[in-house]
Nanobody, 125 residues
């Protein structure tokens, strides 16, 4: 059974940093695109960042560009999201996603096949 398990969320103050991790089990994703999405209360799930299978290509939502960094360690079947200079508007549940079909960068929810349960990130002002 394929599982994606996020960790690292929490309650922080504006300007602080957090590092989210997503550990995959049940299959390897070393040849697959992976991404982070988030969903705030009352809003649709939105794209945050994506990384290609090799880690050589990344893409970010405009709202997090320059503050967040996505990375992956294929040997550990794990990916990360380093979040710096956090803002209250970053408050959301953050979801890890992995694609079974794409190796290159993809950024739509429909292009991802596996999802984690989510980890809450709350940024107070």
């Amino acid at each position: 059974q394929v599982q994606l398990v996020e960790s690292g969320g929490g309650l922080v103050q504006a300007g602080d940093s957090l590092r989210l991790s997503c550990a995959a089990s049940g299959r390897t994703f070393s040849r697959n695109a992976m991404a982070w999405f988030r969903q705030a209360p009352g809003k649709e799930r939105e794209f945050v960042a994506a990384i290609s299978w090799s880690g050589g290509s990344t893409s970010y939502a405009d709202s997090v560009k320059g503050r967040f960094t996505i990375s992956r360690d294929n040997a550990k079947n794990t990916k990360y999201l380093q979040m710096n200079s956090l803002k209250p508007e970053d408050t959301a549940i953050y979801y890890c996603a992995a694609s079974a079909r794409y190796a290159h960068l993809v950024m739509r929810t429909t292009e991802y096949d596996y999802w984690g349960q989510g980890t809450q990130v709350t940024v107070s002002s």
